[in-house]
Each structure stands twice: as structure tokens, then as C-alpha cells.
């Protein structure tokens, strides 16, 4: 009885290294891209998390759909197995794609211009955008936010300039807002 126990201890021991073995094992069996099977030069695709290789995952520019600031966490990360590529990420680039060209068309009035816009509705919350490098970006990134709520018009627009003083250097930085509305005739408004 008593040289039962340092037996068992041993067993034990023996049993749980076998099955760390294993596990380490099936571990390495999986890690291999998903597509060509290939264990060299391993990613993780950030939709499926599968392992992706270098040569076989595409990949998503860091500032892509930097306008779309609501966007889903996984189209803030760079590598894609091509399967999630093609299901997830192709379909918002198209979408992104043609709000930014509506963004371009969108009707923008001042709000120097209430003469122009006195009809027009002023019952939502104004848009604000911020830290932008310079006045163009402030107001397409505000006509991109309208596009994204429904709209086709902005007005009341500001774009104010601000210094900012970053490590002893003084930089500029842009920041605007304006109420987004819905014109009844594009063509119209925008004469
Ligand atoms: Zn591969
Ligand atoms: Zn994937």
C-alpha cells in the first residue's frame, strides 16, 4: 500500500505529459493557412480568425474607411482571409464608396448663406467633425456624415481653425459643423 502512491504520482504525471503532448501537437496541425494549407508566414484573418498565410490574405489599407468613424471593429484591422475579404469587407468598400461619391454631390450652404436656406429645415442636431488637417477634409467629412444619416444637404456650415501646440511646434488643426437637412430640389438649392 505504501509504494502505491508514488506509483500512482508517476502515472499521473506520465498521463498529463502525454496529453499536453497531444494538445501541443494538434495545436501545431492547425496552425497552417486555411487556403493553401501552408505553415510559413502565418496571420490571423480579423473576421474568422482563421491562420491566413502572407501570400493567400488580402489586405484592408489602415485610412481605407477612415471617414466612416461607426464602422464595425473588424474593418479597423488590416489582414483577411479571402473568403471574409469577399463576404464582408468588398461589400462595405462598394457601399463606402458611393456614400463618399454622394458626399462629393452633397449641397452645402454656410452660415453666411441663411437668406438661401430660410425655408429649409433646421430641426436636427447639428454634425460636428474635429481634429481634421484642413478645411476640404472638414467639409467632406461633415457631408459624409449627413450621407451616412439620410440626408442631402448641410446647412448653417462652419469650419473654424484652431492652433495647436504639439512637442514646441504649432500646428493647425480644422474642426466644423452644420445642420443636416433634406432639399427638395437639388438642382434648385444648389444654384
Ligand atoms: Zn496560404
Ligand atoms: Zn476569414
Known sequence: MVSFWPLYDSYRWWYSS??????????????????????KSLLTCACCEQ?????????LEQD?????DQRPVYLKASVF?????????????????LQMKEAHQLSIFFDNQGKETRFLSRKEKPIEVK?????????????????????????D????????RNA???????RGSGIPTMLPDRKLAKS
Not at 501545431?28 to 494549407?37: D, F, H, K
Not at 481605407?64 to 466612416?68: G, P, S
Not at 481634421?132 to 456624415?145: M, N, P, S
Open 51 to 59: 491562420s491566413v498565410c502572407k501570400n493567400c490574405a488580402l489586405f
Open 157 to 164: 456650415v462652419q469650419v473654424i481653425s484652431e492652433k495647436r
Open 131 to 155: 481634429d481634421l488637417a484642413d478645411r476640404e477634409e472638414v467639409l467632406l467629412k461633415l457631408a459624409f456624415q449627413a450621407v451616412l444619416a439620410g440626408f442631402n444637404g448641410l446647412i
Open 18 to 39: 502525454r496529453s499536453s503532448a497531444h494538445k501541443r501537437s494538434s495545436i501545431r496541425y492547425m496552425e497552417a493557412c486555411s487556403l493553401c494549407q501552408k505553415s
Open 168 to 174: 514646441g511646434y504649432q500646428t493647425q488643426v480644422y
Open 81 to 97: 482571409c479571402p473568403p471574409c475579404f469577399d463576404s464582408k469587407v468588398q461589400p462595405s468598400l462598394e457601399r463606402y464608396d
Open 64 to 68: 481605407r474607411l477612415n471617414f466612416w
